[in-house]
């Protein structure tokens, strides 16, 4: 069975702890042999145990080894290409609950790794033996917070003077970059969630329980941001309104496009992005171009199309800068920016619903034929026009329904296809 899911590797964490993977996987990467490797980890109570073991994984090939301690994925990815690391290493479960962790792998340029070497790195990990060859070094950095608020402060010639703007860091990774880098544009920040609880992480906080920031939002607040677990994505919430991922990418592809940043007019989303996108993009003769869910496929696409500005509608926003990743923070400082200075009507979406269920075997369950052929026909039963979209869950044990359209006809066939699916699911072995 593959490793790596759709973000790197998840599970509980204290299994990756007693498996020994974390330990598996640092020898595997270090007999590669990088000169360096980056490693940083978010507030989840097992992330120290799983550092520990990659950690002497990796020096017992003789890696020097460093530690950034608790920072967000983003950051970890622009340390590693300013430090010229051949892997950088996030320990984090993102937006998943706080017994989960994992581990994301980014290349030497701050991006994701590509699937040849998820598969190389698997195959190594099967086979680690662990014998110590030669000892390399463990180094713990304090500088790398403050390259990154300068590094944000010199990509954006923003001012954010006298806006009132409310955060929600779920007592993750994010929990003090993102107010300060806030505080330097010149924001009134007041910040929710925002100690290092691994033990609260994500817990009715955060980007996948929005109504917690919605709830705390006054009257005086311009803006309110939810962060993930490890900061790589974001949602927002203004004048009682949740902004997906498809908000960001719908007001920031305007701003760039006023200031001739927007290259080849030209935006990527994904196959869950709202068609009401789509259609306004195209409004405003911006090409939109769908890649599969994953941020990693949001950039490939970015790539080869030339496109400056990407995303996912759950909140990866990808922008031109130093590296390419999903960046939370940046993401939520070009959103205020646009909303600053924009002119556009608001974002009307599609009226679009999501279900997940629970399922003991996600391959089997996907590939089951009646399954494929229900969902085929209900597709093209929608009297209004619409969409289904059924597909496995990258990082958890979940088959996620996603439905576009008219909203009586989306509950009916959502309900015949979960029903199915639990079906399925209990005839299982």
Known sequence: MPLFGTDGIRAVGYDLILSKLPLKLGWAIGSLSPKTVTVARDTRLSSPEIEEQLTRGLISHGVDVICLGVVPTPLLAYYTKLVGARFGIMITASHNPPEYNGIKMLNSAGEK????????????????????????????????????LNYLSTAHDADFKGISVRLDCCFGAAFKVAEEA??????????????????????????????????????????????????????????????????????????????????????????????????????????????DVGDKYVLELMKHSGAALGGEKSGHILTDGFVLTGDGIRGAILLLDA?????????????????????????????????????????????????????????EPLIRIMGEGNEQEVDCFLSILKNLIKEINDNLK
């Open 113 to 148: 790794i590509s699937h040849a070497m998820e598969t190389k790195i698997e195959r190594l990990t099967a086979r680690a033996t662990y014998g110590k060859i030669r000892v390399g070094t463990v180094c713990r950095v304090t500088d790398a917070e403050e390259r990154y």
């Open 182 to 291: 806030f505080r330097r544009f010149g924001a009134m920040v007041t910040a929710d969630c925002s100690s290092p609880n691994g033990s609260l992480v994500n817990v009715f906080s955060g980007s996948t329980n929005i109504d917690f920031l919605a709830g705390r939002m006054r009257r005086s607040d311009f803006i309110g941001f939810s962060f993930d677990g490890d900061g790589d994505r974001v949602l927002a919430v203004k004048d009682g309104a949740v902004f997906s991922g498809d908000h960001f990418l719908y007001y920031i592809s305007d701003f760039l496009k006023k200031q001739e940043k927007l290259r080849n007019n030209t935006v990527v989303g994904t196959v869950l992005s709202n068609s009401g996108l789509e259609r306004s993009l195209s409004a405003g003769g911006i090409t939109f171009l769908r890649s």
């Open 339 to 395: 909303l600053k200075h924009s002119t556009l009507p608001p974002y009307i979406p599609i009226p679009q619903k999501e279900i997940n269920i629970k399922v003991k075997d996600k391959s089997a369950v996907i590939n089951d034929n009646r399954l494929t052929e229900t969902t085929a026909f209900l597709s093209k039963s929608f009297v209004s026009g619409g969409k289904l979209l059924v597909r496995e869950s990258g990082t």
